[in-house]
């Protein structure tokens, strides 16, 4: 049973994508696949297998009992590190229910949240309606399919520590300059509803039917500031919790996943360390398991208690499956 994986970063490219996590290879990289199904695992014995592979083959053992049930043998997240340096496209999600009578039986929908990372001063995100304004318009403006919809949503500026859950069926974008760490359910269907003047292509299609089939319109969720504590729950909804944890040499974050689920550890600056909580157990080696800025860790629902901490004050972001 493995205990502790290191995924590889899948760097995707993206035609609006920046320069924070690579240098172009073509198009600009937009997003990290840093720890999803399709992630490779980097060392050990499952060395070059995906996280998908050691889900299907270990079951509710690695993944938890809590993402078995809802998820069942699959790898129960998708987390990404986002780098725009111009605007996403303007789209929506569907939920469960309507990604399976859509894409298929085996379809799942994406709720997902942020966390921002790092903004410029004049970043801004796009989530849910503005004011007043109907569905009736909403829905024509994503008919009309011309870029009249943009401008019937709801402007946030984007601030470093800022969280927020996007429900499926929530109307969002993210502008440039905003560098966005994404927890969501592991399915990446996305219907583009305005893609900012840029020609619809083969491979960037505008998603029309589908987003109407799919859009929310009463969906307005709020930007959260994260609190100060040492451990605070950031977003929280039935597929998954996302919490920031602080620590530091005088002050380390003790964690057991108790079975229930997979956790996903990001270190938002680092280095930081994993070790076990006490001697014996589950943990995979003695000496402690360290993770750079950006660096990310999955550590199995079967792991035995472990502790976190860092030479100096860090903060890391802990994803799990409720």
């Known amino acids: 049973m493995p205990t502790i994986l290191r995924p590889v970063p899948d760097l995707r ?10 240098s172009p290879r073509g198009q600009p990289i937009g997003e990290a696949w840093v720890a999803g199904p399709s992630n490779v695992i980097a060392d050990g014995p499952d060395a070059g297998r995906t996280l998908a592979e050691v889900a299907a083959r270990e079951g509710a053992a690695f993944v938890g009992r809590n993402a078995g049930a809802r998820t069942g043998d699959r790898f129960p997240l998708l987390v990404k590190l986002l780098d725009p340096a111009a605007w996403l496209s303007v789209q929506v999600h569907p939920d469960d229910a309507l990604a399976r009578q859509l894409e298929g039986p085996e379809a799942l929908g994406k709720a997902e949240a942020w966390y921002v990372l790092d903004a410029e001063p004049d970043a801004e995100l796009l989530i849910g309606v503005r004011g007043r304004i109907g569905g009736a318009a909403v829905r024509a403006a994503i008919a009309d399919g011309s870029g009249t919809l943009a401008p019937l949503l709801a402007q946030h500026h984007a601030r470093a520590g800022d969280a927020v859950l996007i429900p499926a069926g929530t109307l969002h974008a993210v502008g440039p300059g905003v560098f966005l760490y994404e927890v969501q359910q592991p399915s990446d269907l996305t219907y583009r509803c305005d893609d900012w003047g840029r020609p619809a292509t083969p491979e960037r299609p505008l998603h029309i039917s589908q987003a109407l089939a799919s859009v929310r319109p009463a969906s307005r969720p709020r930007l959260r500031h994260a609190p100060k504590s040492d451990r605070a729950t950031l977003v929280a909804c039935e597929h998954f919790v ?5 620590v530091g040499p005088d002050r380390p974050a003790v964690l057991d996943p108790h079975g229930e689920s997979v956790h996903v550890l990001t270190a938002i600056d680092g ?4 070790l076990p909580a006490a001697s014996g157990g589950t943990w995979p080696r003695s000496e402690p398991i360290v993770l750079g800025g950006l660096e990310t ?3 199995s629902a079967a792991a035995s208690a472990y502790t976190i901490d860092a030479p100096a004050h860090a903060s890391v972001l802990l994803a799990r499956v409720p």
Do not use: H, S
Request: hydrophobic share 50%.
């Open 297 to 299: 860790a999955v550590v």
């Open 13 to 22: 490219e993206r035609v609006w994508g920046g320069r924070r996590l690579g």
């Open 242 to 246: 996302l919490e920031r944890l602080i």
């Open 271 to 274: 280095p930081v360390r994993l």
